[in-house]
């Protein structure tokens, strides 16, 4: 079956979470399954800015990316940290390659419209197609593309892509069966409980009374996209809890040789599937 795992940029920051999450990784892809993961920067690329000098300026949420900002942001996703994960799961036993959007013409996008403007926020693109063959080609060779959350404009340039929506739309273009976001929380929470199941119909009122706010935000509407784009699945999990990824791959129905044990968070379109699946985790 086929997987797109998206890794938080606190977990690349913490040895242990990297350590467990890459083994599972590797255990998956020796299972067959073909994988993709997908990630962003997190800390390592605010503090790159601010030792190059470079302050940010934020629009609703989005970092408008000048030029010297978007070359940070490959220097940061597309080296260090692209590099350290494929290092990582490669030293599990599972070859994997880094590759970034300017590879094979890999990940391409467009600018993003900003105020009636197609890149008012300078080097901030979203996701327009995925090379399919190239990661077809890899996963034939017995290889684990991972990927950081950039995409390669029709100008040449490359444009930095929310890493949600970056994993969202790599789900729907490679018709992926699961898509599992790994973050740094236990999934989407109510206070300090957890839900175990979601629906993209509950999500507007969730964020007017403020149960869910910042980043989670983004991630649901990734969800969405990915679920009306025709993946299989999508779960939020909590990364530094042990098996998380496994666990969640078996509750996709992917084999894993584990028994599922629902961990996190399901997203589903409609209420009643939310439901079901609130009733099962009981
Ligand atoms: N209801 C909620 N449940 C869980 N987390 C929430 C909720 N509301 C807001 N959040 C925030 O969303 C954060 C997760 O989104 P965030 O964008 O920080 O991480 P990520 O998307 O997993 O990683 P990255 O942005 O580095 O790729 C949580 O750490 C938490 O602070
Ligand atoms: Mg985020």
């Known amino acids: 079956m086929r997987l797109v795992i998206k890794f938080a940029g606190a977990l690349l920051e913490d040895a242990d979470a990297v350590a467990s999450l890459t083994k599972q ?16 920067g997190g800390r390592l690329f605010t503090a790159t800015l601010k030792r190059m000098g470079l302050e940010s300026r934020f629009v609703a949420g989005l970092r408008v990316t000048d030029r010297e900002t978007r070359d940070a942001a490959v220097m940061v996703f597309a080296g260090l940290l692209n590099k350290r994960l ?111 199941a979601v629906s993209c119909e509950e999500v507007g009122a969730l964020v007017e009374s403020r149960v869910v706010s910042g980043g989670m935000v983004l ?19 909590g ?9 969640a791959a078996a509750a996709a129905g992917l084999h894993t040789g584990k028994t599922p044990d629902a961990p996190g968070t399901l997203v589903t379109l409609g209420p009643f599937a939310a439901k079901a699946a609130a009733l099962s985790a009981v």
């Open 86 to 196: 494929a290092a990582a799961i490669s030293a599990e036993g599972q070859p994997a390659v880094g590759i970034s959007a300017a590879d094979a013409q890999c990940f391409t996008a467009e600018p993003l419209v900003h105020n009636d403007v197609a890149g008012g926020l300078g080097f901030v693109g979203y996701l327009t197609g995925v090379n399919v063959e190239f990661l077809e080609s890899l996963w034939h060779a017995g290889l684990l593309p991972v990927a950081p959350c950039l995409g390669l404009g029709p100008d040449g340039e490359l444009y930095n892509i929310n890493a949600d929506h970056m994993a969202a739309a790599c789900a729907e273009y490679l018709r992926a069966d699961a898509l599992i976001y790994l973050t740094d929380v236990a999934g989407v929470l109510h206070g300090e409980k957890l839900l175990p």
């Open 239 to 247: 990364g530094t809890s042990p098996e998380a990824l496994l666990d």
């Open 219 to 237: 991630k649901l509407e990734a969800a969405k996209r990915a679920l009306e784009g025709g993946v299989g699945g999508v779960r939020i999990v």
């Open 25 to 40: 990784v590797a255990a998956l892809a020796r299972a067959g399954h073909q994988i993709l993961v997908v990630h962003g």
